[in-house]
């Protein structure tokens, strides 16, 4: 007598499309890797094998060996949970809805420190390793260039400190000033 499969014990069919399909998006993924520098490769934390992988698809020259290697980190990557390498990309790539909401804390605390100096005090108070000299000097930096209308080197330079400022290894000593 034939026993009836149960809900629970049926494995659901893929159709052979979205399995290649799948396997595609895959290697697209692993294709993203080649991109990357070897610091950002290790910050997404990628498995041993699949890190080899990648750097070895750098030192092929020759157009097939190169294609063959993608095929192998896609191979490597089927056997990979690929949610952590996705968002690790997506944060790298700055897609990510917090690393978004970092930058715009962090462009919001540049404008409020271009309109008034007093913000530094803030800033020192939060982060007490920052350098209010430097600061205050591509502060005046900037606001002299947006004066002359040249270009913006000053007021990306204000970013980039506020933004390692940010991210060094010191906790802040309370919350970012945005934060509130």
Known sequence: MRRKALPEEETPVVSKTRQKQAMQDLQSLGAE?????????????????????????????????????LQYIGKLMRGLDPEPIAAGLALLRG?????????????????????????????????????????????????????AARPPRNYRALFQALKALESSDHAPAKKAPDDE
């Open 95 to 147: 897609e990510s809805a917090a690393e978004t909401a970092r930058l715009h804390r962090l462009e919001r605390l540049r404008e409020e420190l271009l309109a008034d100096e007093s913000t530094l005090q803030r800033i020192a108070e939060t982060w007490p390793e920052a350098d209010l000299g430097q600061l205050r000097t591509l502060r005046r930096n900037t606001l002299k260039e947006k004066e």
């Open 33 to 69: 890797l080649l991109e990357l520098s070897r610091d950002q490769m290790k910050r997404i934390g990628l498995p041993e094998e699949l890190y080899e992988a990648v750097l070895e698809w750098h030192r092929f020259t020759k157009h097939e060996a190169k294609r063959r290697q």
